[in-house]
């Protein structure tokens, strides 16, 4: 263990984004269970210890934190942490009845960060600080008039219940700096360090044949460039067609075969998938079918090559990225304590079934940080900058169950939004544009007829990774060119809404 800085994971959706600005910032950080941290800390220390969000509550807590304030470590508590810290110290934690979530406005009382006397910050709590430990002191308030930060007066322990590491807290990174600034450190890491660990990833598994699942997309498109440096023909991508993709999706695999050194071969299993869903409702479960489908073909796919070439697969090559695995489960397989949002597709089990080993040289980045990759390996900037697309595709754009009317309704509408926001140089501006079908019939006019037909959502947001977003502004104009076009062109609409949800609390998609 050889980083400077050590946060220990309580389960946060966000602990990762932690990593990545110390990261950016030129700080070597690692993250660590709490039994990780525990075991360490008998051995060594860090130069800062940081404690992360949970989605917990410290009244279910009774471990013996004191390890972590029982020597001269610098401790900064984020959310959680902060709680834990002020509880250790005898400070008191009420229990919320209301909670703080989104955006709220912090007063620096004695301008410590130096940006200003206000700023926003990100917040997801109900549990709060009520009355500061001993020895501390508030530095930061809510505009609720609550906690928001503690420091020690003359110990390097610090609370924050707001989270720093967010995109949307103004400055957060600045912020971050600040503690390490404040004892010191030196920068001892540098960004290409990403790119390299990848690559070695890839070269430690050997000669061998490898099946990539790709999608087109920039997560699979990044690691099967990553892998062909290496293992060149030795790499085999199989892009599924499981009847749930957008116009724009066969276009751009077409044009991948055409202008990509990969070589890529579709599968079309269209029936297989539709087959499986029809009638099913419940979004769990079709997201759980599609990932089991996708494990049937690829695995016919594996037994077919040995049959008919003796190519014997040894690895399933993903690109799989770290917000895939924090939403489906915790990262760490013992020990972890997050909450499963959703189980992404391509998540969990393939390689236990099919007898392969599993390959994610990009499963603690972030999707920013993989398209900085894309550019060292020059890969098309149109290719690396398409707005991202989930695995289960369409599968959870359309609400409940999946007809072929309604997907080609939702395959309609997201055209219509694509040539619309290219139309208007939107987007470039935005990092993820959908339709949504909505299986809510409402009362319309059309020509001088009664309609009564269903709702599409649109839905528009700007985010840096994923984790968290904000809808978009679009200016009106474009929504609506958007919204008579789907209403004008695409029959069995009427009604079209345009969905204004920050994640947190929505998600970005709707299922
Ligand atoms: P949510 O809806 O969780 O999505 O806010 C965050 C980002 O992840 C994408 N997403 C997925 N990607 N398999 C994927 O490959 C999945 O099962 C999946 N579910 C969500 C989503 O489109 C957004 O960019």
């Not at 019939?441 to 968290?468: F, H, L, N, Q």
Request: with cysteine; net charge negative.
């Amino acid at each position: 263990m050889n980083a400077q800085i050590w946060i220990v994971d309580f389960g946060s959706q966000y602990t990762q984004l932690i990593a990545r600005i110390y990261r950016e910032l030129g700080f070597k950080s690692e993250i660590l269970t709490i039994d990780q941290s525990f075991e360490l800390l008998k051995k060594t220390k860090p130069e800062l210890l940081i404690l992360s969000g949970s989605p917990q509550s410290v009244f279910e807590d009774s471990t013996d934190y004191s390890l972590y304030f029982s020597s001269d470590i610098p401790v900064l508590g984020l959310c959680y942490g902060m709680q834990l810290m002020a509880q250790h110290f005898g400070g008191v934690v009420n229990k919320g009845i209301i909670g703080e979530y989104g955006k709220s406005k912090i007063r620096d009382l004695n301008n410590t960060f130096n940006i200003g006397e206000k700023f926003i910050a990100w917040m997801s709590h109900s549990d709060h600080v009520a009355v500061c430990p001993d020895n501390f002191e508030v530095f930061l308030k809510s505009e609720n008039n609550l906690i928001a930060g503690i420091k020690h007066q003359n110990q390097n322990f610090w609370g924050l219940q707001f989270h720093p590491e967010v995109i949307h807290t103004v400055k957060g990174k600045e912020i971050l700096l600040h503690f390490v600034e404040e004892i010191g450190l030196e920068e001892n890491w540098k960004n290409e360090e990403i790119y390299e660990t990848c690559i070695r990833e890839v070269e430690n598994i050997g000669d061998e044949f490898v099946l990539c699942a790709f999608s087109g997309g920039v997560d699979s498109l990044v690691a099967a460039s990553i892998a062909h440096k290496k293992l060149g023909d030795k790499l085999y991508c199989f892009f599924v067609d499981h009847g749930l993709l957008r116009p724009q999706d066969y276009k751009h695999i077409e044009l991948l075969k055409r202008e990509s050194y990969l070589n890529i071969e579709t599968i079309d299993a269209k029936e297989t998938f539709l087959n499986k869903l029809a009638g099913i409702s419940d979004p769990e479960k079709k997201r759980k079918i599609i990932g089991t489908t996708f494990i049937e073909v690829f695995d016919q796919k594996v037994k077919e090559f040995e049959r008919t070439k003796n190519i014997k697969f040894t690895y399933l090559l993903q690109g799989t990225l770290y917000p895939d695995i924090i939403e489906s489960h915790s990262p760490h397989k013992k020990g972890g304590k997050s909450v499963t949002i959703k189980s992404h597709h391509n998540v969990g089990g393939l390689p236990e079934k099919m007898n392969l080993k599993l390959l994610e040289p990009l499963k603690s980045l972030f999707k920013d940080e993989v398209r900085r990759i894309g550019t060292f390996l020059d890969l098309d900037k149109s290719w690396l900058y398409r707005h991202p697309f989930p695995g289960p595709g369409l599968g959870i754009r359309i609400l409940g169950a999946i007809d072929a009317i309604k997907i080609e309704q939702v395959q309609k509408s997201d055209q219509i939004l694509l040539e619309e926001l290219v139309r208007s140089e939107y987007y470039n501006k935005c990092w993820q544009s959908l339709t949504v079908h909505i299986p809510q019939k409402t009362v319309g006019v059309k020509g001088d007829a009664r309609a009564y037909e269903e709702v599409i959502c649109v839905r528009i947001v700007g985010s840096r990774d994923g984790m968290t977003a904000t809808w978009s502004h679009v200016p009106y104009e474009v929504l609506d060119k958007i919204s008579s076009r789907i209403t004008n062109e695409v029959s069995g609409i009427t009604r079209v809404v345009y969905d204004i949800t920050s994640k947190p609390p929505g998600t970005i998609e709707w299922e």
